[in-house]
């Protein structure tokens, strides 16, 4: 808790390094600083408009001010979500660098010119965009979001001498409407190109589009495994092993119902720290691994893969090296 | 589907493997069409050699409860149901009687074709 705590402070204080920046500048610049200061460009030329340095001053310091102020308030204040929280910094951090670079620009430029309407922007734009990228920062020390995740009590009773293995095949009707469409897309797009015999002009798109319908065709049937390896899932049709789970590496399985909107929305999501294969709303597995990092998948019955899993996860049937490979 | 294998039984794994393929279809777990595990990797799965899992196909298939693709694997028959399974429980049964009896199968088959003539 106190090292979650110290991060969360220290993400905020990071938010205030921008704002700190702006009035250091000034307070550095001031006396050497024109009275006008270039604020707009258009294209690659000179300014285009001037603002007085209050008010270009006053205006960057709401800009990366507001962050700053924002951000130590979302480090103490209480019952918002690790992920809500970490949104917030990044959107934040955007935000308050962008201000504080706009300001170090448009006062260093013009302090150099010396006339407002003579700075050229030039390749300092590419520093204005990657300020946006400050918000990364705030971003990445905030504490990791920890899913809620619970373990399934049933288990099932094996004798020493026996082993259990679950298997299913899913199909993800989706994924095939997906492909046809994709199908149908391409044949619209580069089948005058195949037809006149110009595939070489339209290579790359034709690469790019076959391996999209690869892709997704590769999620139309899903064998999905439990058994003393752990949890697999396999393409059914390519036989392309998709999600590998090993045994040991399983803390928690839970047999839960799936909203899409809960795990990024239908077919095969990955976002930080999740990864899921959502193909319709209603029953699932959600498997956390000790990594803390959560993996779900919609089946029709999780409840026989997630009491199996447990099952061998605990030890209660013959594990591997237990027996050798027997022939009956 | 769940199946659970027990080494230290006296049926045959490959015998327990279609006894649950065969349950399976009898609750319904497993619908005409659907498709079974490929033998390999329910061998590697349970632990057993794969030939124990394509003797319990075979069987399943002589039964007609499955059917096998060649290259696509095996597949409940669209004509496997409940009945015919408990038909193929109640053949086996019959089977098993009738040898411990001595019975030798045109003795058995004569037994049927009185049973059905009469």
Redesign the interface.
């Not at chain 2, 589907?1 to 039984?9: H, I, S």
């Not at chain 2, 590697?44 to 050699?49: A, F, T």
């Given at each position: 808790m106190r090292a979650e705590i110290t991060r969360r402070s220290l993400a905020g204080a990071s938010l205030c390094v921008p704002v700190l920046v702006v009035i250091i500048s000034w307070l550095a610049w001031r006396d050497a600083l024109p009275a006008e200061l270039a604020s707009h460009w258009s294209g690659s030329g000179p300014a285009d408009d001037a603002m007085a340095v209050g008010t270009l001053l006053a205006l960057n310091l709401a800009l990366s001010g507001v962050p700053a102020v924002a951000g130590v308030a979302v480090s103490f204040w209480p019952g918002i979500s690790a992920r809500a929280r970490r949104g917030t910094y990044f959107f934040l951090g955007v935000f308050g660098g962008m201000g504080a670079v706009t300001w170090l620009l448009s006062a260093g430029l013009t302090m150099q010119v010396g006339d407002p309407y003579e700075v050229v922007l030039g390749p300092w734009v590419i520093v204005s965009i990657v300020a946006a990228g400050y918000g990364l920062i705030p971003f990445a020390i905030s504490p990791k979001p920890r899913f809620e995740a619970t373990d399934v009590a049933r288990r099932f009773e094996f004798a020493p001498s026996e082993t259990g293995a679950w298997s299913q095949t899913i199909t993800g009707n989706m994924f095939a409407w997906v492909a046809i469409g994709l199908i149908v897309l391409g044949s619209v797009i580069y089948g005058p190109a195949v037809i006149d015999g110009r595939v070489s002009d339209q290579f790359f798109g034709i690469a790019v589009m076959g391996a999209a319908i690869l892709l997704v065709a590769s999620f139309i049937r899903l064998r999905v495994t439990a058994d003393w390896r752990g949890l697999r899932v396999v393409s059914a049709i390519f036989r392309i092993p998709l999600k590998r789970i090993r045994l040991e590496a399983i803390d928690m399985i839970e047999a839960a119902e799936l909203r899409p909107t809960e795990w990024g929305g239908w077919g095969y999501r990955i976002m930080p720290g999740r990864s899921a294969v959502i193909l319709r709303k209603g029953p699932g597995l959600i498997v956390t691994t000790t990594n803390q990092k959560q993996f779900a998948i919609t089946l029709d019955d999780p409840e026989t893969p997630a009491a199996l899993l447990a099952t061998l996860r605990d030890g209660n049937s013959a594990a591997p090296g237990d027996s050798k490979e027997v022939t009956s | 589907?769940?199946?659970?294998?027990?080494?230290?039984?006296t049926v045959?794994?490959?015998v327990q493997i279609a006894v649950q393929v065969r349950s399976g279809v009898v609750n319904g777990e497993l619908k005409p069409g659907?498709?079974l595990?490929p033998a390999r990797?329910?061998a590697?799965?349970?632990?057993?050699?794969m030939?124990?899992v394509l003797r319990a196909y075979a069987q399943l298939r002589d039964d007609g409860v499955i059917e096998m693709r060649q290259g696509r694997g095996a597949f409940v028959r669209q004509d496997a149901g409940a009945g015919l399974i408990r038909v193929t429980e109640l053949v086996a049964e019959l089977m098993n009687e009738a040898r411990k009896l001595g019975l030798t199968q045109p003795d058995i088959l004569r037994l049927i074709q009185r049973g059905g003539a009469t």
């Open positions: - | 589907m769940l199946f659970v294998v027990d080494a230290a039984l045959s794994l490959a659907d498709r595990p990797d329910l590697k799965s349970l632990r057993v050699n030939h124990t």
